[in-house]
């Protein structure tokens, strides 16, 4: 059986830039053309729009034309001696997807149409499409579940269009479909999770467009690692600087398109001067000194509420320090009162709540300002630093017993804060002051206790000091309440400056990191505080974030495990609980 098959082209031209099988071949109406693979002839300037499909041979069923509507042709393809048809139907510069075309073909070509868009269920009417092209059309957008009522449709070509907004479903319900096009539509984006309902996909085209590998394409990135499909390379056409690029190679689109954020988690309704965390078993607990109300108020995170809630209240004498040491399988509050002494408690578990378990003599110190706990070999310790003018900064020891003090360093330096920090296997306190510039001690391991090192110079008057470390490096955040607050920098033999940052009554600068990332937060009194982030590249840290705090006093990390936080105590206001929350800036 041999076919023959004229084609009366419209007005408007059109090129098939596709061979999708024997569906069709050679359509080229811009020179008012068609040949089918067995023969035609060429139409005529002076005929209309009808098309015309004619059949005949010897198979006994003599002539059949039939006209099909407007732009519409119809292509009837024999198998041999077989009866069975495989039906397509191919529209050329239509408006529009009729709604008579037979409902029973397997193949329609949409080519060079001049509707605006793709819509919802635009071709459910054609529910046995098995291969759907659209090709060199005017539409720019293709709304969501613009497929739906195709439930066999396997071959999807959408090339040589030129599409600005793709719905994110715009593919949805296609489950059978095994290729995709979408060469040569000059698209920017691709909207994220396009391809999530493709699960038979087996090869997607994607060359010919114009990607901004921004962070919006940062999903197709680990799409393309989970998905088993064949995926053409995808080629950046910017930003400048990744123009020519392949997607793949961009793996800096990954920690480029996370960002992070400080939101207001919760306030509790206390003034505070300092805040610190520790763990009991599987909860995690919080203490807040509050000198007004003389209180360290126990705070526990609450797993079903998602917040912090009271769990216990110790009471004294302008509390203005509480700080947890966990040994063996004790927990103690050392908790620093500006009168009446200071005092240690341990949590009792059969009652469920701290007992005072021994007195800090008052001799010993009288202003404590800070307590700083640590442990040295097997042996723990914790130092208080006092404040007043003849003060006199002591360590107290554990000695299974109970604490003791151990050693008193110098006097009359009116002492703010104490760090301890281990550099090269060296234990060693850093005490500011006042009257001086920060001073160093290492401990002796001969004699078992620490000796003077040396100072920190240039850095008079400054009121806190605190210890980090970034990958390998070392570093000290020191504060000034007025000038410059600085960073330094470890360099084997002592610590250099790294960064000034501008100080307006600061009386923190506290560096924390949640994972990988580090900030440093400066306290002031008279503008907002700052969120300082470290830059990697820079080496240094860049501002970040702003946060109103009234008169902030310390800034302390708690992670609950899947989340983080950062508690700001706040000596003229509530204690504000921020949460540490990434941010994915592809969604």
């Not at 510069?93 to 509707?115: A, E, H, K, Y």
């Not at 979408?182 to 699960?199: T, V």
Request: charged share 20%; glycine share 6%.
């Amino acid at each position: 059986m041999s076919g023959v098959l004229e084609v009366c082209c419209g007005s408007r031209g059109a090129s098939l830039q596709r061979d999708a099988g024997s569906f069709y071949a050679g359509l080229d109406c811009s020179r008012r053309r068609f040949r089918s693979p067995q023969g035609g002839r060429t139409c005529q300037s002076g005929e209309g729009p009808a098309l015309t499909t004619r059949l005949s041979g010897d198979s006994g069923r003599g002539d059949k034309v039939q006209e099909l509507p407007s732009c519409c042709q119809r292509i009837v393809k024999c198998f041999g001696a077989r009866t069975d048809l495989d039906e397509s139907i191919i529209c050329v510069g239509s408006s529009s997807v009729p709604r008579n075309i037979p409902n029973d073909i397997n193949s329609l070509s949409v080519i060079n149409g001049t509707f605006p868009e793709i819509k919802e269920a635009m071709f459910s009417h054609i529910p046995s499409l098995q291969l759907l092209l659209l090709n060199s059309n005017s539409f720019t957008t293709i709304r969501d579940d613009a497929f739906t009522g195709l439930p066999h449709l396997e071959y999807l070509f959408i090339e040589n269009n030129k599409i600005e907004t793709t719905g994110k479903h715009a593919f949805r319900g296609l489950r059978d479909l095994t290729h995709l096009s979408l060469a040569n539509n000059n698209m920017k984006a691709l909207p994220r999770d396009l391809f999530i309902d493709l699960d038979s996909l087996i090869e997607l085209d994607l060359r010919g467009n114009a990607f901004e590998c921004d962070c919006r394409v940062k999903w197709v990135m680990t799409w393309l690692k989970s998905t088993n499909a064949t995926v053409s390379d995808i080629t950046c056409t910017g930003p400048e600087d990744m123009q020519g690029q392949r997607l793949n190679d961009l793996q800096s689109l990954q920690s480029d398109c996370i960002s992070t954020d400080f939101t207001l988690h919760q306030s509790v309704g206390v003034q505070s001067l300092s805040v610190d965390t520790f763990s009991y078993k599987s909860d995690v607990f919080v203490a807040i000194a509050s000198p007004n109300t003389g209180s360290c108020m126990v705070m526990q995170w609450d797993h079903i509420e998602m917040n912090f809630r009271t769990y216990d209240n110790i009471t004294g004498q302008s509390i203005v320090g509480c700080k947890s040491v966990a040994i063996e399988s004790h927990v103690f509050l050392i908790v620093a009162q500006l009168f009446g002494g200071s005092r240690i408690y341990k949590f009792d578990e059969d009652q469920n709540r701290f007992s005072k378990f021994q007195d800090i003599e008052v001799a010993k110190v009288s202003k404590p300002n800070d307590i700083e706990a640590f442990q040295i070999a097997k042996e723990w310790f914790f130092i208080m630093a006092d404040s007043a003018k003849a003060g006199n900064s002591t360590i107290y020891k554990w000695n299974h017993q109970g604490f003791y003090s151990y050693q008193s360093l110098h006097m009359w330096f009116r002492d703010t804060d104490a760090e301890f920090v281990s550099i090269e296997g060296k234990p060693r306190l850093i005490l500011a002051s006042r009257s001086q510039a920060p001073v160093i001690y290492q401990w002796n391991k001969g004699g078992q206790s620490f000796t003077p090192l040396g100072e920190i110079p240039n850095m008079e008057d400054a009121v806190a000091v605190k210890a980090f470390r970034i990958k390998e490096d070392h570093y000290l955040a020191l504060t000034r309440y007025i000038g410059d607050s600085k960073v330094l920098k470890w360099t084997s033999k002592d610590f250099v400056e790294l960064q000034a940052l501008p100080s307006r009554g600061s009386m923190s600068l506290q560096p924390f990191s949640f994972k990988e990332r580090h900030y440093l937060a400066l306290g002031s009194d008279y503008t907002f505080s700052g969120i300082y982030r470290w830059d990697e590249e820079a080496k240094a840290f860049q501002l970040f974030k702003e946060v109103y705090i009234h008169a902030p006093r310390s800034f302390t990390v708690v992670s609950t495990g899947r989340r983080d936080f950062i508690f700001a105590s706040s000596f003229k206001g509530n204690t504000q609980i921020y949460e540490h929350v990434i941010i994915d800036l592809s969604l």
